[in-house]
């Protein structure tokens, strides 16, 4: 069974405006930590946001905000106001359990592409 | 501060050749993982260090991957022979024991690997 699911292959947004990004995730630990990353076309992977399976409060970093709600195990990503830049592919991670140094399972990505 | 580095950035082979991929993990970094995004496929673990030792390598494929990580410093994983299937792009990623967010794998660029 996946565990963590992107049902979107590819997204478009217009500039300047929202857009989220789903991810749902599948566990039976209580422990856990949800990650995005972006990979533009150049290749890198770049840490976005992160959320605790603990954390109340939604996190938000900048223009990015994480949409945690635990019951349904969903984590779905908001962007603000859409740049050019932001075209790339997203991918949702997971880290189970309690141990930080656990390795992560990732979703296989959602495409953005931002339309000017 | 230096990021992870990899190296080749990439390397074309033929199949039954050898492969040497290369990692530099962040300075201080005790965990070192590696990953692999086959073409189309989600980014799949691979293995784990914990310092020189193997964390967990439930991920590697088959007994034509070994991975070493001299002293606790970078890390090579070596394929051989390479396969057609073999192809795609290796991700490193290094992560502190105890970091600012609790399991921030930092990745490097990846190695993308074809195999003809």
């Known amino acids: 069974a996946q565990k963590i699911t992107q049902t979107q292959p590819g997204m478009f947004v217009q500039e300047k405006e929202a857009v989220t990004l789903d991810c749902t995730y599948d566990?039976?630990?209580?422990?856990?930590?949800l990650f995005w990353y972006k990979q533009p076309s150049s290749g890198e992977m770049i840490f976005l946001i992160y959320?605790?399976?603990?954390?109340?409060q939604n996190a938000t970093e900048g223009r990015y905000s994480l949409n945690f709600q635990k019951a349904r195990k969903s984590a779905n990503l908001v962007i603000s106001a859409s740049q050019l830049g932001d075209s790339a592919m997203y991918f949702c991670a997971m880290r189970e359990g309690g141990n930080y140094g656990q390795n992560f399972v990732f979703g296989p990505g959602t495409r953005l592409s931002v339309l000017p | 501060e230096a990021g992870v580095t990899q190296f080749p950035s990439h390397s074309v082979i033929e199949k039954g050749q050898t492969v040497t991929l290369r990692c530099d993990p962040i300075s201080g970094h005790d965990n070192l993982y590696w990953y692999r995004r086959v073409m189309g496929k989600e980014i799949k673990f691979l293995l784990h260090?914990?310092?020189?030792?193997?964390?967990?390598e439930s991920g590697m494929p088959n007994n034509r991957f070994l991975a070493e990580r001299t002293g606790g410093t970078y890390s090579t994983l070596k394929v051989q022979p390479a396969e057609l299937e073999d192809s795609g792009v290796y991700f490193c990623a290094s992560s502190e024991l105890l970091g600012q967010v609790p399991g921030e794998q930092f990745f490097g660029p990846g190695t993308r690997l074809t195999v003809l």
């Open positions: 566990t039976s630990d209580q422990s856990y930590g």
């Open positions: 959320q605790g399976s603990y954390d109340e």
């Open positions: 260090f914990v310092k020189e030792s193997k964390q967990d």
